[in-house]
């Protein structure tokens, strides 16, 4: 018996890969198992490779997993560029009406679009596929039944029609797969959750996050990966005193954003690399002016253009200063789908406790994940509002060492919001006190934000893992094989990157090492830590795709092997 | 210096057409707030980058909100600030390059939305704050520091591009004129949906134009300015373009559009036609519950 599955489809875009996926992990999550989805597709309508991968477990789940044990090959391309991450025990599932699959071994081609026009639904070739997979894993064959049941009860007339087509579509490959005698070790059945479960992504996540904590006003531009949280706020986002937009442009957007936190509303917006670089002077605005609002950032690769629809971690140091002059905006990295939910209310609440911009780094991988997690406990949800003027301080706002009441357009207490230096009343300056005395005020503020959580374990240890974003549920895969394997090793991890949490600031600065495993060429976090005081060294990858497990624990192996040497030696 | 905060030390030029403006706006503060019952505090003027944005320091009398952004960005900053807080009456204040320059690109979207708040352009043909430039304003072969062999773009015709965005609500002024302006400030401000009103506000020390605007009959020289022909309809598009493109400058109302449906009245209309509904985070997850 087995704990886990991984099958991934491959084809090209717009063969339905990344539904297949979901459709696999939905199923079985429906019926208990833990599941995981990871996508990539290229930046085109249709066509182009594209795979979705679906990791379904009967224990919680860190990564999308690193071997496959079905490989769903849709053309030629598909299977000569995955067969390689075939586990030896794994099957391809080919599209025989596409190309043969020569030498031997264990491949079953099914001509999946003959057998779902035979099945009456000519659509259901994906289901057709599902059949021979869950055939192959031993996975019950009730389980799709009742998914696809509940999935197309749309209380339409041709309901019946339709899943009668896809039920029949999923015996014709079953009953394909079971003809060849292959099989994989079947997964163990699932370990019933007593906790409320939902199956999430992580835009959605976000969102939900953002609402929770009282979001008003959202307003975005059109790009990949972050068009998916732009339309689901459209969606969502709605009441008395809410107003959702699509932009013109980033420009747009952060200007925008700027008026709607200076009216006193909770405001947010989406973007990826490119947008954010349009926004640097709208975002120093925001740190002059004092104006709360998010900005969430769903990183790509790569400069200009770059990978638009791929993985990365490379907008950190971009985020923490984009634009020009003296300013640190506050950045908040989940490494999680809950993270996501927790982070986006976290970013709308530092936004309000400091009075300024916070951008939430996201990245591809998280925001287009699907997942089952328990259902956040919104009893522990804190939103928090800004410290409104009451008008005591006449037209003065920014007063006194640090934050200072917020008047709100329409009340009391009249000032400028100001993009120049400026004085109490918001008026123009070019005084050198004022400039520094403002400039102190303004930094003054993100002392407020460095008490965020974190997580720390075997902290005896003189060396420590240290990944963030996404990178952390490979990174924590990789840690727990390594001490494991006895390595004596500490592990921290935070979403709070800027500022750091105080404390973890100090306990990573006092380590000999501090390896940091991020997917950018340059080593970004870990710049940001030396900086600080942190000998800290990156474990870096810039693929377009997350780590995989083994291979980033063989890395922070090689590197405790090297470094460690030196260390001592010191 | 103003009254407001006498240490605030920035000072337009003797004679600067941004002085009469500012009288105007601050007139049709107060007016509109008798008028309507409202305090000035509901007002907001955003004010863009060059000598024109200064304004929003300046403003004696019953205080205003006001926010200084960012060069170009003062149609971005109303339509957020607009959109999230329809109850505020909202106002920008501009100058050519501000705003037909660097921030031309964000007149078209304001308009399309129907983005209910009232533009007030100081159009000087010239760049000042930053010493005598060439605008998108500025005349043929006129010498500045960046055109020396006189300028060799044709100029822009500001009331023409508005028509062609699709501004719904159009007016040409003078900062001589403070009184009229006055009224058509508090016109536009009533007026439900997006309103422009350039004026022609001259600068002093770079591009003292009040000579050429005014004209002089003595010397045989025709005014550029003129006042709208009592005949003309300004809910005439057609009428409204051959006014905007006579190569003069028209003062008075320009273009009205018979109906104007304001941005957030739209989405209102929209969201009550659809029946869309408010959801709490509980049932959104719940939605999600396997």
């Known amino acids: 018996m087995s704990k886990n599955l991984v099958v991934r489809f491959a084809g090209e875009g717009g063969q339905g890969v990344v539904g297949g996926s979901e459709i696999l992990a939905a199923a079985a999550a429906a019926v208990g198992y833990h599941v995981l989805t990871f996508s990539t597709f290229p930046s085109q309508i249709k066509g182009g490779p594209a795979w979705g991968q679906a990791r379904i477990s009967t224990d919680e789940i860190l990564s999308s997993g690193d071997d496959l044990d079905v490989l769903v090959a849709l053309n030629r391309y598909a299977y000569d560029h995955n067969v390689e991450e075939l586990s030896e025990q794994g099957v391809v599932v080919y599209n025989s009406e596409e190309f043969e699959v020569d030498e031997g071994g264990r491949a079953i081609g099914l001509p999946a679009d003959q057998m779902a026009r035979d099945s009456g639904n000519p659509r259901a070739a994906n289901m057709v596929v599902i059949g021979a997979v869950a055939q192959l894993a031993g996975f019950p064959l009730e389980h799709l039944e009742t998914f696809i049941t509940a999935r197309f009860t749309r209380g339409r007339p041709g309901d019946d029609k339709i899943i009668e087509g896809n039920i029949s579509a999923l015996h014709m490959g079953a009953e394909e797969a079971a003809k060849t005698g292959f099989s994989l070790e079947s997964l163990d059945s699932p370990v019933p959750s007593p906790d409320e479960r939902v199956l999430i992504k992580g835009f959605e996540a976000a969102g939900l996050g953002a609402i929770a904590a009282g979001l008003e006003t959202f307003i975005g531009y059109p790009i990949s990966p972050a068009t998916t949280m ?341 | 210096m103003s009254k407001r905060n006498p240490v605030y030390d920035f000072k337009w030029c003797p004679g600067c057409g941004d002085f009469g403006v500012k009288r105007s706006i601050e007139g049709a503060l107060v007016e509109r707030s008798a008028t309507l019952s409202e305090s000035v505090e509901k007002t907001a003027i955003v004010a863009g980058i060059g000598c024109s944005g200064n304004l929003v320091h300046l403003q004696e009398g019953p205080q205003p909100f006001g926010i200084h952004g960012i060069h170009g960005r003062t149609l971005p900053i109303a339509y957020g600030l607009k959109s999230s807080r329809p109850d505020l009456n ?28 009232t533009v007030v352009i100081m159009d000087n043909g010239v760049y000042g704050l930053t010493k005598g430039q060439a605008s998108p304003t500025t005349e043929l072969e006129v010498v500045t520091s960046t055109t020396p062999y006189g300028k060799l773009d044709d100029p822009m015709s500001p009331l023409e591009t508005y028509l062609a965005a699709g501004v719904g609500w159009l007016a040409s002024s003078m900062s001589t004129q403070v009184k009229a302006l006055q009224e058509l400030i508090v016109e536009g401000m009533a007026h439900p949906g997006f309103s422009i009103i350039h004026v022609q506000s001259p600068c002093t020390t770079y591009n003292d134009t009040y000579a050429a605007l005014k004209g002089n009959e003595k010397e045989g020289i025709e005014p550029m300015a003129f006042p709208v022909p009592e005949d003309h309809d300004p809910a005439d598009l057609a009428s409204a373009y051959r006014l905007a493109q006579g190569g003069r400058i028209p003062i008075g109302m320009v273009y009205q559009r018979p109906d104007s449906v304001p941005a957030h009245e739209r989405l209102r209309a929209a969201q009550e036609r659809t029946g869309s509904q408010e959801k709490t985070v509980e049932e959104l997850f719940a939605a999600m519950a396997i």
């Open chain 1, 230 to 570: 732009l339309t689901y706020m459209e969606e969502f986002l709605h009441g008395e005193g809410k107003f959702v937009g699509q932009s013109s442009s980033e420009i747009e957007s952060i200007a925008a954003l700027v008026g709607g936190g200076f009216s006193g509303k909770k405001i947010m917006t989406s973007t990826a690399g490119p947008g954010l670089s349009l926004m640097g002077e709208g975002l120093g605005l925001a740190w002059m002016a004092e104006i709360p609002l998010v900005v969430v950032d769903v990183q790509r690769g790569g400069p200009a253009t770059g990978l638009p629809t791929k993985t990365e971690q490379s907008d950190l140091l971009m985020a923490m200063n984009p634009g020009h002059g003296d300013m640190s905006v506050p950045v908040i990295a989940p490494g999680s789908i809950e993270e996501a939910f927790w982070g986006a209310i976290e970013a709308v609440n530092w936004s309000e406790r400091y009075q300024g911009p916070v951008i939430m780094l996201s990245e591809a991988s998280i925001a287009e994940r699907q997942q089952d997690i328990v259902k956040p406990d919104l009893s522990q949800v804190r939103a928090e509002s800004r410290v409104v003027s009451d008008g005591s301080t006449g037209n003065e706002r920014y007063v006194g060492d640090g934050v200072a009441p917020f008047p709100v357009p329409g009340g009391p207490g009249a000032y400028v919001a100001n993009g120049s230096e400026h004085d109490e009343q918001g008026d123009t300056t070019h005084l050198p006190e004022v400039h520094v005395t403002q400039t102190h005020r303004r930094f003054k503020k993100l002392e407020l934000l460095a008490n965020g959580s974190y997580e720390a374990e075997q902290t005896g240890a003189s060396i420590a893992v240290m990944p963030w974003g996404g990178s952390k549920g490979s990174a924590r895969g990789a840690y727990l094989e390594l001490t494991a394997g006895g390595e004596d090793l500490a592990w921290y991890y935070t979403m709070f990157l800027n500022p750091l949490p105080r404390e973890l600031l100090a306990e990573l600065q006092a380590k000999d090492l501090v390896l940091v495993p991020e997917l950018n060429y340059l080593g970004q976090l870990a710049q940001v830590l030396r900086a600080q005081g942190v000998n800290a060294h990156a474990v870096t990858q810039y693929t377009g795709l997350p780590f995989k497990v083994r291979d980033l624990r063989d890395r922070i192996a090689e590197e405790l092997r090297t470094r460690s040497g030196k260390l001592a030696t010191v």
């Open chain 2, 90 to 117: 909202v106002l920008v204040v501009s100058g050519d390059g501000d705003f037909l320059s660097i921030g031309a690109e964000h007149i078209g979207p304001q308009a399309k939305r129907n983005l209910d708040i």
